[in-house]
Structures are given as structure tokens and as C-alpha cells.
């Protein structure tokens, strides 16, 4: 008798448990997260761990899965079709109330089919390109931030380089698109009194290498817009590893190398001004939690971001006879970042 009712006191417990799994599983919110690269790089440890910290304070369980699309470089056309295909599968079968989708591969990739679902709120983040370009400015579904490079950051930093003295900017990247977007950017400021020569593009390492030389003979400062996606081998998707382009060009340029990249400085550069991860990761999660409390994603404006980080190394700088005021030092320390 007592080992009958034993047996229906543990089959009662796991009962009501299973029953709890499904109704949690049933009513808690699922957010799914795409990012367009790996989650060892250092740009998306900065969104994940700015995007949890304000997404914990919600104060309801949410179910959240992150899918990374790993196409850092230059991926072929294969590989994003491989990619957006594995993240399309994950949406359908994770069934998201919120898609929070990190940069503009994912969301080149990603988004376009998922646009205007009553079932399906989109948030993005990190976009360099315009919202007109994805669709975001028409669809019913969608609501994010902006990346931006931090061009008045920039022009100031410009301006105590050059001490008074008016600076020639060359500009390079790779033939990448968010390059591209970010070299757009750079063309459409006035930098006077400085002047800014027209932005180039280089697919292969001989082109970059090409570009540098001829660049930096006419320029005072180099501005990279891009190098993560340079080929060794034109029509091949192997990059030259980012640490090994940027040494090259540190020993060879002319020009002081300046860029708008997370990263820049710890892969040989000796100056940038980037936009924050904090503040596309933590606008992106507050964004979610805003629309899992029911607000409508055409009451959410789409916000350009303004924060930025600087990266400095003090002895590349000084080489050049190039020193900056001390808060740029103290806002690299801050930011564990001077080197």
C-alpha cells in the first residue's frame, strides 16, 4: 500500500513538472538574437554583455537563444546563403516574439523575409547602412538603433592632431559593404579646414598594399574604413589575418593610421574613435523589454547612435610626433583600451 502510493506521488510530481515545463514554455517570451559574427569576437562580447545587463532587469523569465552567423572576412556567396538559411530555420523553429538582429549581415540576410509579420517584432542593431536600404522604413514590424561612425569625435581628434595646422585625410577599406556604408559617411562630413581626399576601396592584400603607398605620400593621417575583409588572393575568401594587415601598413604608411574600429588598436593601429557596443547593446535589449510590455514598434523611434570608445597606443603616436590632450588617454584607460 505505501509503495503504491509512493508510485503515485512520484508520478503525480513528475506530472504537475512536465505540466510546469509546458506552461512556462507556453507563456514565457522567447527572444531569439542574431549576430552577424562569431561570440568570441570582441564587438559582439561587448553587445551580448551590454544586451543581458539591461535585459535582466525585466522582470519576467524570458526565453533567450543567441545564433551566431560567423561571417566575418569575406564570405562568399555560399557561405551567406548557408548562414541565413541555419537562422531562418532557428526563427521558424523557435517561434521568437522578438528578433533581435546584431549588424548588417544578419540583417541583409535575415530580415527581408521576416518584414511586416503581425507575429514577429524585429529589433535592430549595429546597422551602418541606411534604414530605406533594409526596408526598415516602410515595414510595421521593426524598430532599432543606428551605428554611425562618430564623425564630430573624429574631426575634434583631427583638429588636436594638426594643432592648428590643417591635415590632408586619405581614406581606405575594403571592398566590404559596411566599408562602404562607413566610407559614405566619412565623404558626406565637412571636415574643414581639413581636407578629406575621395574614399578608395581595396578587395586583395597587392591592392591594399598598392593603396597605401600611393595614398600616404599625399596625406597626413589615413583614415581605414574597413580591413577585415581584404582577400590574399583576389576571387579567394581567406583574408589576411587583421593583425598581420595592420602591422604592414603601421611600418609602411606614411600617414598616421586612424579608424572608426572596435579592435583597431589591438590589431597594430594607433588611433580609434569607435561607436560603443554598450550603447547599440543596451538600446537594443531596452528596445526588446520595451516591446515584450506591449508597445507597438511604430511608438518606438529608430535612434542614430551618439556614444563612442577611443583606443590609443601612445608610443605609435608619439613616433610621429603626434601627442593628444590627456582625456583621450583617461577615455582609453577607461575603456581598457590604451596600450
Known sequence: MKKAS???????????????????????????????????????????????SVLK?????????????GLLGAPNAQHKATAAASALRAVEAFEPDVLVVFDDLAVELVTPAL?????????????????????????????????????????????????GKALTIACLGDAGGVSVAEARQVSQHDWSPHTLLPCQQAASYAEWQAQVKRLTTQADVLFI????????????TKVVPPAELMTWTEAHSQALPVAAKNGFVADGGALAISSSPQEQGQSAARLTVALLQGKASKDLPVKEGQAFVVAMHADKLDKRGY?????YEAAARAAGAYY
Open 323 to 327: 601627442r593628444l590632450p590627456k582625456v
Open 115 to 163: 518584414l511586416n509579420r503581425p507575429d514577429l517584432k524585429i529589433v535592430f542593431a549595429g546597422i551602418d547602412g541606411q534604414r530605406s536600404e533594409h526596408g526598415f522604413d516602410t515595414a510595421s514590424n521593426t524598430t532599432g538603433i543606428l551605428e554611425r561612425v562618430p564623425l564630430v569625435a573624429l574631426h575634434e581628434a583631427m583638429n588636436d592632431l594638426g594643432r
Open 225 to 236: 574604413s574597413g580591413y577585415r575583409g581584404v582577400v590574399r588572393v583576389p576571387g579567394e
Open 57 to 69: 532587469a525585466y522582470p519576467r523569465s524570458v526565453q533567450l537563444r543567441m545564433h551566431y552567423l
Open 6 to 52: 509512493k508510485a503515485v506521488l512520484i508520478s503525480t510530481f513528475l506530472l504537475l513538472s512536465l505540466v510546469l515545463s509546458v506552461y512556462y514554455n507556453l507563456t514565457n517570451p522567447r527572444v531569439l538574437v542574431v549576430h552577424s559574427y562569431d561570440e568570441n569576437y570582441n564587438w559582439v562580447k561587448g553587445l551580448n554583455a551590454s544586451y543581458l
